[in-house]
């Protein structure tokens, strides 16, 4: 029986409470309500804010194309753009309110750009106004993607719209000559295509990647906290690999439109290619060797006597050619063969190595395959091929990829949701317990129930089942309302409810604690909500953490809202895994922990004094 | 009843010192209590009569001296004490929100009533109090004196053998007062039990209690029945509506010594109604007419008579 008291205790106090009109209004209906108002502000107000109603300073100090793509870019984000010379007047109009935030060109933007590709672009926001500054930072991150892509995009537009085509058609077309033996109707047009690629400039391609390489880097180095959380979702080694794939396949395209262009004129089946020129070079490899330096010698002293017998030749098997072409065709080779023959009488020696890399330039022309060739071809423009369109014209991603959220949901009464759930129950948990132990420390009720052989642990522990009830109902009632009023995004209602129920008790001790400090219902409610107040304060639950000062960051670390905000938040938005929570879970059950037995061993059954 | 054997006592307190924050509280208190008699302890505001039910029920852990209850240190055996023990603290402490039988049954389950039997004992003793009627309406709606009744049973549910009460009557009008003085006379001389009561009013002292310790700043200055405690503080003749400034004359008829100022009149310390009567008749020839006269012993003056040299109030 006596195991039960902390249940029949919790029972009890639950009884109470659901007869007392003003507590159940106290303890859940008062936070219900601030929801509704923090809800209502941020998924309503905050949106209208968002998109209406920033007032956005533009400096620039000369006129240039990029500043005026930004100001462009800042009115397409339904933000106003002021547009100012002069910064130290911007900045009175900020100083004043009258423009939200600055954003200052550098003014040589336009050249540092087209030299360097890279220039500045700074942003001056009002520390006093965190909120706002994180409104502008996503309004100016959607607005700088827009100049990135116009730097970038022309690039990538070019790839998609004309290289890519044009070279699907090569292989297509290599492909059908290769299966169809259809080499001679249709090697012109593939030479004329090879030519094109040829002609277009390879460091242009290769830079492409470099510079969108080098952008993300910077970013990664200089950028804002946000656009540094936001590239990190880029798969940056995708953009840069695609385009460096572009490269290794002009280069490959290069080189088949120079090797078709050689052997154009001798080719009559494409799949017997490499076979004759094979062949072609045996057979002269094998003549050149078998000449030695002393026949040579005899050679080049015996071609002008044979002249004649050469020109008779020639005439014989070309009938149609005429007495002069003959001649000079003679002519010709004559002086070419006494010059081959000159270089095998002066470098006898060179000619084993000639002979050596001519049969591996045999081997190698033996390997090829054209049909290998084309297939990597393929798999190579495959993969551009299956590249998005907004993806390559929008290489760097700079927004629409909220921290926490699908596409669909980036509101800030998202962010919060957690943070609201979190003080739903600090708030309950803690009014409740310090203000029903000081109650009933007053009314006598703790000395009755010492008296009825009641010990401390009992106790605490039947605040804690209360607690745990009233924060469980507490959750019901703000999941519903998340859900139903404002349509926030929960990954996981139970788990939502089992994790809030576990943080409940993170703040029973603390309650007691203070319990035992206060001795009147004033002090007790006084000192509970300064105690909200200020933790909600220093863990940043109503506003995005990052932009608190390291100081408060800090102190952060030792209140447990903050925890409870993190667990909350793993579970609402993230649908974290329980590795994930670990830390959370651990920090919350430690400071549980030491604030119930610190509470347990305070608790006061008598008045003071 | 009357001091008891070993075997008899109820309880026992010897040089029991309490310290509060540096202040004592009790100092060196010696009293033993009989089984089945009703003890009351008596006291002005601050003498330290709740600090003693304290200790008594192990709320309070003495600074030194020992104290038994039935047999046992209230500290030490704390959890098999209460069971034995009924205390009803001096405010009401009860869950307004509950019904008088509800209230009954969750105090009850705490004490360890066994559940077959507490549904039963709950309806007997809300009967005994005699609201049954009122068994299930909210305590909110109840008057002061129902709650007082309640307040009371809630300490009886579980059948104490003893039962501790702080204050058993402050802030009462006459009617309650009454009737809860009759409630435990009645618990007493029923049931058995044995009560320890404290009170700053020796009128209910002497109405209810066997024997009376009179407790002044921590101590205890006077112990036994209320015949032996008046008969020490002695009687006097009582003289309401005297003008102040006729107080020379009266001084100078009576003994010295004999005469104090009293609230309403003055105080004439006499041995004997005689002498009452001859000193009556001497301040008529002397033209000081008091408007009441009275003789015997009153409960304030008994008090008075224990505390006074150590309040240092004035002997004219």
């Given at each position: 029986m006596s195991r039960l008291k902390p249940l029949w205790i919790g029972l009890t106090d639950l009884r109470k409470i659901a007869r007392e009109r003003r507590t159940i209004s106290l303890i859940i209906i008062l936070p219900v309500i601030v929801v509704l108002v923090v809800g209502t502000t941020f998924s309503l107000g905050y949106q209208e804010f968002e998109s209406r109603e920033l007032a956005i300073g533009v400096v620039q100090h000369r006129n240039s194309s990029y500043a005026e793509v930004l100001v462009e870019a800042i009115v397409n984000q339904s933000a106003q753009a002021v547009v100012y010379a002069d910064v130290e007047e911007a900045r009175i109009d900020l100083i004043r309110e009258k423009i939200d935030s600055i954003i200052e060109v550098d003014p040589w933007i336009d050249e540092k750009i087209a030299e360097f590709k890279r220039s500045w672009i700074a942003i001056h926001t009002d520390e006093t106004r965190p909120i706002l500054t994180a409104a502008i930072e996503v309004t100016m991150v959607q607005a700088k993607q827009q100049v990135v892509d116009d730097m970038v995009g022309e690039y990538v537009l070019q790839i998609q719209e004309a290289l890519v085509p044009a070279l699907n058609r090569i292989v297509v077309t290599l492909d059908d000559m290769v299966s169809g033996g259809t080499l001679g109707t249709e090697v012109e047009e593939i030479l004329d295509v090879l030519g094109a690629i040829a002609d277009l400039d390879d460091e242009d391609v290769l830079s492409m990647s470099a510079t969108v390489d080098e952008g993300i880097r910077d970013i990664y180095e200089n950028g804002t906290p946000q656009e540094r959380a936001i590239i990190s979702l880029i798969d940056r080694s995708a953009i840069v690999g695609s385009l460096r794939s572009l490269a290794d396949v002009k280069s490959v395209l290069d080189s088949i439109y120079h090797f078709l262009s050689y052997v154009e004129p001798h080719l009559q089946d494409i799949d017997e290619l490499p076979g004759e020129l094979a062949g072609d070079l045996t057979y002269f490899t094998g003549n050149i060797s078998s000449i030695s330096p002393g026949q040579a010698v005899i050679i080049q002293a015996a071609l002008p006597i044979l002249r004649d017998r050469i020109a008779d030749a020639l005439a014989e098997e070309n009938p149609s050619w005429s007495v002069a072409q003959v001649a000079e065709r003679t002519t010709s080779l004559i002086q070419g063969t006494q010059s081959l023959m000159g270089t095998i009488a002066e470098r006898g020696s060179d000619i084993a190595n000639l002979t050596e890399n001519l049969d591996e330039a045999r081997e190698y022309l033996d390997s090829i395959s054209l049909t290998g060739l084309i297939s990597e071809a393929r798999q190579a423009l495959g993969y551009l091929g299956s590249m998005e369109e907004n993806f390559i014209t929008s290489p760097i991603y700079l927004v629409g990829r909220p921290l926490y959220f699908g596409e669909e949901t980036k509101r800030y009464v998202d962010y919060i949701s957690p943070g609201i759930f979190a003080f739903g129950i600090l708030f309950s948990v803690l009014v409740y317990t310090v203000l029903s132990v000081v109650r009933d420390r007053e009314k006598g009720i703790l000395r009755r129930l010492f008296t009825c052989n009641v010990n401390r642990w009992s106790y605490v522990g039947s605040k804690c089942i209360t607690c745990m009830a009233i924060s469980a109902i507490q959750i019901v009632i703000l999941t519903a309302c998340a859900i139903l009023l404002f349509g926030i995004y929960i990954a996981d209602v139970p788990k939502t409810l089992i994790l809030g129920l576990y943080s409940s008790v993170g703040f029973v001790g603390l309650g007691l604690l203070i319990s035992s400090v206060t001795r009147t219902e004033l002090e007790a409610v006084t000192a509970s909500f300064g105690m909200v107040f200020i933790m909600l304060m220093i863990s940043g639950v109503f506003y995005?953490?990052?932009?608190?000062?390291s100081i408060i960051r800090q102190a952060s670390?030792?209140?447990?809202i903050t925890y409870v905000t993190n667990l909350l938040k793993a579970g609402i938005i993230k649908d974290a895994a329980a590795g994930e929570m670990l830390v959370d879970v651990v920090m919350i059950g430690i400071y549980g922990g030491v604030t119930l037995l610190a509470g347990a061993l305070a608790f006061q059954w008598r008045k003071k004094g | 009843m009357g001091d008891g054997s070993a075997t008899d006592v109820a309880i026992e307190v010897r040089e029991l010192v309490v310290n509060f924050h540096g202040v004592e509280?009790?100092?060196g208190i010696d009293l033993r209590v009989c089984r089945g008699e009703i003890f009351g302890i008596v006291g002005t505001n601050g003498a330290g009569k709740s600090t003693l039910i304290d200790a008594l029920s192990g709320m309070v852990r003495p600074t030194s001296g020992s104290i038994k209850v039935l047999g046992r240190d209230p500290i030490r055996r704390s959890g098999e004490l209460r069971k034995l023990t009924g205390v009803v603290p001096q405010e009401v402490s009860l869950e307004e929100k509950l019904t008088g039988l509800e209230n009954l049954l969750y105090f009850g389950r705490l004490l360890d009533v066994p559940g077959d039997e507490l549904k039963g004992r709950a309806e007997e003793t809300i009967r005994f109090m005699g609201l049954w009627e009122r068994?299930?309406?909210?305590?909110?709606?109840?008057?002061v004196g129902m709650k007082r009744k309640i307040h009371f049973a809630c300490s009886l549910i579980h059948r104490p053998e003893l039962l501790l009460i702080d204050e058993a009557t402050a802030g009462f009008d006459p009617v309650i007062r009454e009737d809860v003085s009759g409630l435990i006379i009645d618990m007493a001389r029923k049931e058995g039990i044995t009560v320890v009561l404290t009170t700053h009013d020796l009128s209910d002292a002497r109405d209810m209690c066997d024997r009376l310790a009179v407790l002044h700043r921590g101590e205890v200055v006077s112990t036994g029945r209320w015949d032996d405690i008046s008969s020490a503080a002695g009687a006097g003749l009582y003289l309401g509506g005297?003008?102040?400034?006729?107080e020379g004359k009266l001084r100078d008829l009576v003994?010295?010594?004999?005469l104090a100022r009293v609230p309403g009149g003055y105080r004439v310390s006499l041995d004997s109604l005689q002498e009452a009567l001859e000193l009556a008749q001497l301040l008529d020839r002397n033209g000081l007419s008091a408007s009441t006269i009275s003789y015997g012993i009153q409960p304030e003056d008994v008090f008075r008579e224990l505390t006074t040299e150590r309040k240092g109030d004035s002997v004219v």
């Open positions: 995005p953490f990052e932009l608190s000062p670390a030792y209140i447990p | 509280a009790l100092r068994r299930n309406d909210r305590l909110e709606s109840y008057s005297i003008n102040p400034g006729m003994s010295p010594g004999s």
